[in-house]
């Protein structure tokens, strides 16, 4: 498994900790010690599973959390690794997304799962521009319309820009070109590519970044490039800027993790 990969996992729950004292308290379940001492990753019948001790990891419903390749069983292995004493369920973002692709609550098909991501195509972050100020109509314009045009040239479609957060069409045909791109995903990997939309607000940076167009941490920059130039002009509270900027980061990595082949 990449190292990279394995890092990034590592430094968002670290993240989270070093960033729980200026967290606002939530109402989270109550906590649990942690009750095994060693993780490791075992295959049986081509699946991978995580197992607590001699313990086998299971979903919320209780069925046993068996993964396709074995990069997604590491990463979900080293989340559970990494817990102290207390298990912080909230921060290990790997194994709910597992456990909600198992479960399936909303009982969703692939199909189901891209029409939800098409839906982003008419809100998506580099489709909405700012008449003002305009240097920050310039910066968009400068950053994210290549990406536009690698989109266009990529899938022969079109796309339209607008300042009218409520309305922007997509056009029917560009709909079902994408459509069709996205169905050539299996399961999981659809659930990869939902998530990553899901944190960047945007498929088309999410698809850049599938295509080695542009890297994680670039296509987290450009979705938060009205936030980061408004921070450069008028500041914010910087640590709460970097923990989300941080945990986006790590977060988009996870898709690289479930779209890896066995």
């Known amino acids: 498994m990449s190292s990279a990969i394995v890092s990034s996992i590592r430094s968002l729950l670290v993240a989270s900790k070093h960033f729980a004292c200026r967290t606002l308290h939530r109402n989270y379940p109550a906590p649990v010690k942690r009750f095994y001492r ?29 993964v396709p390749n074995e990069a997604l069983a590491t990463a979900i292995a080293t989340e559970w690794d990494m817990q102290q004493n207390i298990i912080r369920q909230h921060s290990m973002h790997i194994t ?33 521009r700012s008449s003002e100020p305009p240097n920050l109509a310039e910066l968009q314009t400068q950053k994210w319309d290549p990406l536009l045009k690698w989109f266009e040239n990529r899938y022969q479609v079109k796309i339209y820009i607008s300042e009218d957060v409520s309305t922007n069409p997509v056009p029917d045909e560009t709909l079902a070109k994408i459509k069709r791109q996205l169905l050539s995903y299996n399961y999981w990997c659809l659930i ?3 998530f990553t939309a899901e ?30 130039f408004q921070i450069q002009n008028w500041g914010t509270v910087e640590w709460a ?14 898709n690289r993790t479930i779209l890896m082949k066995k």
């Open 241 to 254: 800027h970097e923990k989300r900027q941080h945990q986006k980061r790590c977060k988009c990595l996870i």
């Open 199 to 228: 944190n960047l607000k945007s498929l088309i940076l999410t698809l850049a970044v599938i295509n080695h167009v542009i890297d994680v941490k670039e296509a987290v920059a450009l979705s938060r490039l009205e936030t980061i």
């Open 38 to 66: 060693n993780v490791h990753v075992s295959e049986s019948d081509g699946r991978f599973e995580i197992c607590l001790d001699k313990r086998k990891l299971k979903t919320p419903s209780g069925t046993l959390l068996q």
């Open 96 to 128: 709910a997304l597992c456990n909600t692709a198992i479960d399936n609550p909303c009982r969703q098909n692939s199909d189901d799962i891209v029409d939800g991501m098409l839906q982003y195509l008419a809100s998506d972050t580099l489709c909405f």
């Open 192 to 194: 990869g590519i939902n």
